[in-house]
């Protein structure tokens, strides 16, 4: 006697995406909080120089920075935000953002300069005496690590 198997079908269970959305939104909201967005974007062509013994800056909201680079035109200009600023004009837009703090916030108050490697040293130098007219005494450099 010849016995017959029924095949028993299977089916495949449904895959429950219910929690999906709240696995998108999760790493979403974790890779927005993680993430560090550029507020302003240098229109200068600006090759940093290269350091040794470099740190970090310690407090990162009191920073402001100023760009100092050559435009497309070979002239060397100054970017201080998305706006471009001639030199007699840095201390008192300086001036003014220190202004806006208070007493407090004022003492870790810090201008960055992110100079091209060839600008020229009186530009600088400049920059550092508009600065110190408005009291704005604490300057840092960028400089990219020597490999």
């Known amino acids: ?9 299977h089916s495949v269970p449904t895959l429950n995406m219910a929690s999906m959305p709240d696995l998108i939104f999760t790493v979403l909201f974790f890779f927005m909080i993680v993430t560090h967005m550029r507020t302003e974007t240098p229109r200068l062509a ?3 120089p290269q350091g ?20 497309d035109a070979g002239d ?17 837009v300086i001036g003014q953002l220190k202004k ?5 916030d004022a003492e870790y108050f810090t ?3 992110r100079a091209d490697k060839g600008t020229k040293m009186g530009i600088i130098t400049d920059i550092k005496q508009q600065l110190r007219k408005v009291g704005a005494l604490k300057i840092r450099y960028n ?5």
């Open 1 to 9: 006697m010849i016995k017959i198997r029924r095949h028993k079908h």
């Open 100 to 104: 806006r703090l208070n007493d407090d």
């Open 76 to 92: 060397t200009q100054i970017q201080l935000g998305e706006n471009i600023i001639p030199l007699e004009d840095v201390g008192s």
């Open 52 to 71: 040794t013994d470099l740190t970090k800056p310690q407090h990162r909201r009191y920073i402001t920075t100023l760009y100092v680079g050559k435009d």
């Open 46 to 48: 600006i090759d940093v």
């Open 111 to 113: 201008v960055n300069i």
């Open 143 to 147: 400089a990219v690590e020597n490999k």
